[in-house]
């Protein structure tokens, strides 16, 4: 065990235990395979010696090594102590406390005299505000008068900075020597000699504060007191860590390293979970900046780690400079900057740095600290009537802690801003108002406002309770500055300590606001704010006195708690029976912890049995009390002792996988079973069991154990058979169990990505070494994998492992084809094609190791052979037969796939098959194709050759048209129309044979039959509803009725004319006319229009005398549905 300091990155320390071989002079660190780690070193304590063999005799003189290193010559690592402890005995773990080295954590107690006791009370103030929420409350009590002065340094000592005080030592920073001090805090009369200084450092207004490793300063100086004649200058300054124990040695040193070549730290630091936040600003003035109280440089949020001094994020910019002390809470920092118009306070994330909230209900906020109580958040503001040489006011509000918004404000006073350059305004921000950070204490907060009134207002409501004046010096000294209150009050014990500028500390009771003594008149003025520990006040004036006022008063501890080292029992040993000497009075409640310090067993008794528990580390707890200080209470010992344990893990089963498996690396998975202290499941481990064979058999053997004997790091475990035969393991691997809860009787190992090839345990083996004693692999020498092992230990150090499983690989996919059994219609050399539903398959498969399991028959289905589907399964063939029918959902396109599974668990590829054309493509058309036309009109043709146009379609593609002419006693010969057309539509007009045409009768009826095929071959031959066609030669005849009378007057003139055919129908009439003006001269002949059919072979004309008045002559034309027109041989003509 040890206890150090390291710096992460910076610093570090690696320990490393020494023994001396037999025969040897030397001390060597023990070998990895003996003490896990320690060929490298330990970096974190404990290390577990407990399992060293005693028994070779070389394990009794035992050294420690540490090596420490540091990237920075100037910083070290530290140690401050470390031992080796040992029990004489293995049937009992026992501390007798004549070290401290078997305890972890003490509370509270010391271990003095071979016993543990309660120490005597000692408080802290380790920060400005007390705590990380600046609540600034002492939890002891305070002078009732100024008039005990017990310390008064001379001046220098201290400074602006408020002192603090941790484990009886304060440290403070002096502002005329530039260095800290650590001096006694309980030291007393005018003289004190430091008990450490620190090295030079810069100006300090903030103050420090204490970790458990380290104090830490950041330096406040800036460009005002460096050169008042040039305020603007650049300002270089830091952060330090000085190791608490010495604070003469720096541990690090921050500097800021970002675009702004100017910053200033002029709050306190705050640390929380190793992370220290602090302010900045740019240190830098103008003139005009110092006479208005502005500033034109932008503030920032730092976070730096607390061991390295390394920044943990992008420093977090403010819009104004900001000189106040964060406060954090809840993972959250809040800090408030000086900004006039816009966001004051703002909540930023802990560990990221971004913002959560940011509040504009506030004005400026200065040098305070946010003070948190509960859900709020308490700060002062600045509000401005004039922003230059004019008044201001400071108000008192509350924020809520979760979103910022406004709970109250109330109004606390208001001062005249000061027109000079004041030594002070540097550090207390360029306002002058608001420096004093408030305190809660009792439901109420306490502030002290610029112009010197202390106020108490109500934490709920606002209202103020009561006012008192504290500072009474008028408008003068207020205007230059020296009536300001910048000191922070402290509460201890209901009264409310303040000290002024002037330098006079006043106590007030906090429930009335009236003075308890008669303040006290300091040398200085005070910057600085009190604190109060153990009774006794200490403050800083601003000469850098110290003051300390009062008797201490040290509050006696009435508890506290030690813990020990982590205990684990020897190997074959397991918990048995708790034991304990203490004294009589007093009050001990003794725990069992886990090794992450939480509790298994909770008021134990001395002499309880431990057998139950279910880990194999853990720690001793005690807490320890006393009702009253007479009483000491003291642990003189405490043991554990053990019993034997001796009951292996056993009963291994359920290997997964077994059998065949498909991957080169595999997940193994076995369970076991230890019936006593159950399984300790972090020492799940596997090995891959592998032989080396070759054809030369004697210098295989030779080769290999003269590598094993020079090499014996590169093996595991090696074995050989009553043969033979030599094993070889590879080096034990990580395991993981679960459950992961130590103590479980029952668990399941699993192995992952073991190699169980020989090429992939070849990527794992140590090939070059082999190629050196064996020759060539492949061809001297081949590595065969026998099975995997497995191994585990109980909780009691009791290791078993399992046989070698042997699980046979097999990595490569089996191969599957179809043949389609059922014969296509037709084949396109894409596709065959299919005018039935269901088509016979012929499934071949093929696997070379584990076997076929089954096979899966897939389809993908497309409209129209472009857009396809999914793959869609539609058979499962378990086991694997030779044929199986597809039976089509509907017409279309098909591609068909045989997926082969094998045993071990691949499979072919779909997809992949489709890339290489391994898959069947198919085409089903079930329906007839169809011709469109009226089966039951008759169809007229006149003596030409006709020329038709009829609609044909297929739903899939049309092959083939022919047709043939006939009637009941005669028939043509089949014509072809089209052929090969591959289209699912066809329309074009195609004509009938001439000789055939005129072959026929005319006035018959005639059949037109159409024979249609697509490629399913499916036919369709329009023999029950043929299309009627009839030849008519003969040419219709018109004849227009004369007229009643031959003059008409009005228009217009009704034209009458009847028509007829001998043998189709009249399909149409067409007026003609001719006009004369006088009877004589006459136009040629024009169409006036058809005819509107009447009935009765009648046609109707209303002539409305295109020409007007005058004379006209008519006649008509008619034609038939057979295409014959009327000829006329002289016109038949009608005046």
């Not at 102590?81 to 954590?105: C, E, H, M, P």
């Not at 900057?337 to 802990?350: K, M, P, Q, T």
């Not at 109004?411 to 030594?423: D, F, H, M, W």
């Not at 040629?1084 to 295109?1106: C, L, M, Q």
Request: proline share 5%; net charge negative.
């Amino acid at each position: 065990v040890w206890d150090d300091i390291v710096l992460p990155g910076k610093t570090s320390i690696k320990y490393q235990v020494l023994y001396r071989p037999k025969n040897k002079l030397v001390f060597m660190p023990i070998k990895d395979d003996i003490l896990p780690g320690n060929e490298k070193g330990f970096a974190k304590p404990p290390v577990d010696l407990s399992r060293l063999d005693l028994s070779t005799g070389e394990f009794y003189t035992l050294k420690l090594k540490a090596n420490l290193t540091t990237a920075d010559p100037s910083i070290t690592p530290k140690i401050k102590r470390w031992g080796i402890t040992w029990q004489k005995y293995d049937a009992y773990w026992l501390d007798n406390f004549s070290t401290d080295l078997r305890v972890d954590k003490l509370e509270n107690l010391e271990i003095e005299n071979n016993s543990v006791n309660i120490t005597l009370g000692r408080a802290n103030w380790p920060m400005f505000g007390l705590n990380l929420k600046n609540i600034r409350v002492s939890p002891s009590v305070g002078p009732k008068t100024f008039d005990e002065l017990r310390l008064k340094t001379p001046s220098g000592i201290g400074g602006y900075s408020s002192p603090i005080i941790v484990d009886g030592v304060m440290y403070v920073v002096s502002n005329k020597y530039n260095v800290l001090y650590a001096i006694p805090a309980n030291a007393t009369g005018k003289i004190v000699e430091p008990l450490q200084t620190s090295q030079k450092i810069d100006l300090v207004y903030g103050s420090p504060i204490a970790t458990d490793d380290f104090i830490i300063v950041a330096t406040s100086n800036s460009s005002v007191l460096k050169n008042l004649k040039s305020v603007s200058k650049d300002v270089k300054n830091k952060v330090y860590a000085f190791y608490r124990e010495n604070i003469s040695e720096k541990a690090w040193e921050y500097s800021y390293s970002g675009a702004e070549s100017s910053i200033c730290f002029s709050g306190s630091p705050v640390v929380h979970d190793g992370k220290i936040f602090l302010t900045a600003w740019s240190g830098k003035y103008k003139l005009a900046d110092i006479l208005s109280g502005l500033g034109e440089s932008k503030g920032k949020l730092i976070a730096i780690d607390e061991y390295t001094g390394k920044p943990l994020w992008t420093p977090f910019e403010l819009p104004a400079p900001s000189l106040c002390t964060p406060a954090v809470d809840s993972g959250m920092v809040f800090v408030g900057c000086e900004n006039i118009n816009g966001s004051s306070l703002f909540a930023i994330d802990e560990e990221s740095g971004k913002v959560i909230w940011e509040s504009n209900e506030l004005g400026p906020i200065g040098r305070i600290a946010p003070v948190i109580s509960d859900d709020k958040i308490i700060v002062t503001y600045a509000e401005f009537s004039a922003p230059v040489i004019g008044q201001a006011t400071t108000h008192l509000a509350a924020v809520y802690k979760d979103n910022g918004t406004l709970a109250w404000d109330v109004e606390i006073g208001n001062i005249t801003l000061s027109t000079k350059y004041p030594a002070d305004r540097p550090f207390l921000g360029h306002l002058e108002i608001g420096s004093s950070t408030p305190v809660v204490y009792d439901n109420k907060v306490f502030v002290a406002s610029p112009d010197g009134i202390i106020c108490s207002v109500n934490i709920t409501t606002g209202e103020i309770i009561w006012e008192y004046p504290v500072s009474r010096e008028g408008f003068l000294p207020q205007t230059l500055g020296a009536g300001v209150i910048y000191s922070s009050p402290v509460i201890a014990d209901n009264v409310l300590y303040i000290a002024t500028q002037l330098g006079i500390i006043y106590a007030l009771d906090v429930d009335t606001g009236i003075e308890i003594c008669e303040p006290f008149k300091a040398d200085a003025g005070f910057i600085s704010s009190p604190i109060v520990v153990d009774g006794i006040l200490y403050i800083c004036d601003n000469a850098g006195r110290i003051y300390a006022f009062g008797e201490q008063k040290i509050q006696y501890n009435m508890q506290g708690r030690i813990v020990s080292n982590i205990i684990k029992p020897p190997v074959g040993k397991w918990w048995h029976t708790f034991y304990a000497d203490s004294s009589i009075d007093g009050t001990f409640k003794y725990s069992i912890l886990d090794e992450n310090y939480n509790t298994l067993l909770y008021d134990i008794k001395n002499g309880d049995n431990l057998s139950s528990l279910r880990t194999n580390k853990i720690r001793l707890c005690a807490d320890i009390s006393r009702s009253d200080v007479s009483q000491n209470p003291t642990l003189n010992t405490w043991s554990i002792s053990f019993a034997d344990e001796t009951d292996l893990p056993r009963e291994w089963n359920n290997l997964t996988p077994q059998g065949y498996y498909n991957k080169e690396l595999v997940n193994c998975t076995i369970d076991v079973v230890d019936k006593t202290s159950g399984l300790d499941v972090s020492s799940a481990r596997y090995a891959v069991n592998y032989s080396i064979i070759g054809d030369d058999l004697v210098n295989l053997s030779i080769g290999i154990g003269t590598m094993i004997a020079e090499h014996p790091e590169k093996f595991g475990k090696i074995t050989s058979s009553i043969y033979g035969n030599i094993f070889l393991y590879t080096p034990w691997g990580k395991a993981v169990c679960i459950p992961t809860i130590n103590g479980t009787k029952t668990a399941t190992i699993i192995a992952y990505n073991v190699p169980l090839t020989s090429d992939s345990l070849r990527n794992i083996l140590p090939m070059q070494l082999f190629d050196k004693y064996l020759g060539e692999y492949g061809k001297d020498y081949t590595i065969v994998v026998n099975g995997v092992e497995f191994q585990i230990s109980d909780l009691a150090g009791n290791v078993n492992n399992s046989k070698t499983y042997p699980i046979k690989v097999d990595t490569k996919p089996p191969t599957s084809n179809i043949t389609l059994v059922s014969p296509p219609a037709f084949s396109d050399g894409t596709y065959k094609w299919y005018g039935i539903n269901n088509i016979l398959l012929n499934v071949t498969h093929r696997d070379d190791k584990s076997g076929v399991s089954m096979v899966l028959l897939y389809y993908k289905y497309s409209e129209n052979g472009v857009n396809w589907n999914n793959w869609t399964l539609f058979a499962n063939i378990t086991p694997p037969s030779g044929e199986t029918n597809f039976s089509a959902v509907k017409d279309g396109f098909y591609e068909i796939c045989s997926i082969a599974s094998d045993i071990a668990g691949n499979y072919e590829n779909p997809d992949k098959k489709e890339r290489t054309g391994n898959v069947s493509f198919i085409a089903v058309d079930t329906h007839k194709p169809m011709a469109h036309y009226n089966p039951e009109a008759d169809h007229w043709y006149n003596n030409s050759a006709p020329q038709i146009r009829i609609n044909f379609t297929d739903n899939m593609a049309l092959k083939s048209i022919e047709y043939q002419l006939s009637n009941t006693t005669w028939s043509s010969n089949w014509e072809t129309i089209a052929d090969d057309i591959d289209s699912r539509f066809y329309n074009k007009t195609f004509q009938i044979d001439n000789s055939t045409w005129q072959s026929i009768n005319p006035r018959l009826t005639y059949y037109l039959i159409f024979r249609i095929n697509d490629y399913g071959n499916r036919e369709n031959i329009t023999i029950e509803k043929p299309y009627k066609i009839v030849k008519d030669i003969d040419r219709p005849r018109s004849e227009i009725q004369a007229f009643n009378v031959k003059w008409h007057s009005s228009l217009p003139i009704k034209v009458t004319a009847t028509a007829g055919d001998g043998t189709s129908f009249v399909s149409k009439v067409t007026l003609y006319y001719s006009y004369s003006p006088d009877n004589k001269t006459w136009t040629s002949w024009k169409v006036y229009e058809e005819g509107k059919y009447i009935g009765n072979g009648t046609w109707e004309w209303e002539f409305d005398a295109p020409n007007g008045n005058g004379y006209y002559n008519f006649y008509t034309i008619a034609n038939d549905e057979a295409g014959n027109v009327e000829h006329k041989e002289g016109y038949e003509i009608v005046t």
